[in-house]
């Protein structure tokens, strides 16, 4: 079966511009996680969405933002951008949040975003 | 407050050699307990897992983690390193406090040296 699908997988930003990641999780799996990947913090939470609506969100700023549509497929957005935004965006899909729990996560190859 | 260490941030072995990557977590539920490998530009992949039961669990690649919850520790075993072993290993702790709640390590760096 399919795995985690993350468009695009490189995205180069100037400072102020907002940007959108998508991801499409696997066939069957209706939860998606978002983590935020970078040398100096490592594998930072952003949010979890289940069932549309968002179940968990970590410590960012609002203009991390994300949405989860009934296919199950979700997106990201990140305005104003910083430089600091700079990092490797990771989804993650399971079943569901108790699934994450039990079974862990199918991650996606990720995101690269370079913002200049 | 959850959290999960991961001892060395870098470690550094010959092919051959026992590969020993230390996890340690801090949790006040029972954990559940996870090893993740990352190869440069891809996503995180499972390697293994523990829920219940056994506490010698094995996963892919030769790879083993033993839970010995007395020691709050979930290490990361393989007998014999390969060339192909080198990336980073992230272990995780999932906790269920009403909701589950997944907590990663800052993760190791392994280099296999021929």
């Known amino acids: 079966k399919a795995g985690v699908t993350q468009t695009p997988r490189y995205l180069i930003k100037t400072r102020g511009q907002q940007v959108t990641l998508s991801c499409s999780p696997i066939?069957?799996?209706?939860?998606v996680s978002w983590y935020q990947q970078t040398p100096g913090q490592g594998l930072q939470f952003l949010f979890e969405?289940?069932?549309?609506?968002?179940?968990n969100k970590g410590n960012f700023p609002g203009r991390f933002s994300g949405r989860q549509f009934s296919n199950s497929r979700s997106e990201m957005n990140v305005s104003t951008l910083e430089l600091g935004d700079s990092a490797l965006y990771l989804c993650?899909?399971?079943?569901?949040?108790?699934?994450?729990?039990?079974?862990?996560?199918?991650f996606g190859s990720g995101t690269r975003l370079t913002v200049v | 407050a959850q959290s999960v260490t991961q001892l060395g941030s870098h470690v550094s072995v010959s092919e051959g050699a026992l590969v020993l990557l230390r996890c340690n977590y801090s949790?006040?539920?029972?954990?559940?307990l996870f090893w993740y490998v990352q190869y440069p530009n891809q996503g995180l992949q499972l390697l293994l897992k523990?829920?219940?039961?056994?506490?010698l669990v094995k996963g892919i690649n030769g790879f083993e983690a033993e839970f010995k919850k007395s020691e709050t520790s979930f290490h990361l075993t393989k007998p014999s390193a390969h060339m192909s072993d080198a990336a980073e290993y992230f272990c995780?702790?999932?906790?269920?406090?009403?909701?589950?709640?997944?907590?990663f390590g800052a993760g190791t760096r392994l280099f296999v040296k021929a």
């Open positions: 993650a899909s399971s079943l569901g949040p108790r699934d994450r729990g039990l079974d862990g996560y199918t």
């Open positions: 066939s069957g799996h209706r939860s």
């Open positions: 969405y289940f069932s549309e609506t968002q179940r």
């Open positions: 949790s006040s539920v029972p954990p559940y």
């Open positions: 523990y829920t219940t039961g056994a506490t």
């Open positions: 995780a702790v999932s906790l269920n406090t009403g909701g589950f709640k997944t907590i």
